[in-house]
């Protein structure tokens, strides 16, 4: 089945350390994001990449950073400088030409 | 700039009922697409429909129906015949033409109860 896996489902992260949040697509879709979504709130752009090799920060790129070297991956690090990076995180995917954006199920992600 | 307004934070209704989630949308484009999303309690958003702004015809499926109206900026979706399974955020989003990135509404709570 083709889809959008994100892993881990819960992740907790101590003070100073960075973490990465794994997504992955066999949907063969070009473009790819990362979304912050808080409790009550809508969902904020991260990064996203629309090709290989090339990515571009969201709203709220600070204390992040991405990597696109394959098509099919586009994982997220949360690094120390993210002083509140408690929230609940989703990748999605899409084909070029403002086509819907498909979502995987999401990383929860706390600190200890 | 783009924007798009859900003012209802949570709407609680019983079973069966029908129920209408506003979205208010502003662009500058002329071309732009309009989205609906939903997100069960597990947290995965489902893709539920796209709209180009050219086409302004009502879109019904199944209990599910959109109402687009340009001359208001608003993009309307009504469940008939509420179910508890209808429980969940559900949210609006907004593409123009300039654009690369979707923008969100801060969406909408649906409880549906027995």
């Known amino acids: 089945d083709g889809g959008i896996t994100q892993s881990p489902k819960y992740l907790f992260r101590k003070e100073g350390q960075n973490v990465t949040l794994s997504c992955e697509q066999n949907l063969n879709h070009d473009a790819m994001y990362w979304y912050r979504q808080d409790p009550g709130q809508g969902l904020r752009l991260i990064y996203y990449?629309?090709?290989?090799?090339?990515?571009q920060k969201g709203d709220i790129a600070e204390g992040y950073s991405v990597s696109r070297e394959k098509k099919e991956s586009f994982p997220l690090t949360v690094t120390s400088a993210q002083k509140n990076p408690t929230a609940f995180y989703l990748c999605?995917?899409?084909?070029?030409?403002?086509?819907?954006?498909?979502f995987g199920d999401g990383t929860r992600l706390s600190i200890l | 700039a783009q924007k798009v307004t859900q003012a209802q934070t949570e709407i609680s209704v019983v079973e069966k009922e029908d129920v209408t989630l506003d979205c208010v949308y502003e662009t500058r484009d002329t071309t732009y697409y309009l989205f609906w999303y939903k997100q069960p309690p597990s947290g995965e958003l489902v893709f539920l429909i796209r709209r180009n702004s050219f086409d302004e015809q009502n879109e019904i499926s199944g209990r599910y129906s959109w109402n687009f109206q340009k001359s208001t900026s608003s993009f309307n979706f009504t469940i008939t015949a509420s179910q508890v399974v209808d429980s969940a955020v559900y949210f609006c989003?907004?593409?123009?033409?300039?654009?690369?990135?979707?923008?969100f509404g801060k969406g909408t709570m649906l409880l549906v109860s027995p």
């Open positions: 990449s629309q090709i290989v090799n090339d990515f």
């Open positions: 989003a907004l593409i123009g033409s300039g654009y690369s990135t979707l923008t």
């Open positions: 999605a995917s899409s084909n070029r030409g403002h086509q819907p954006q498909h």
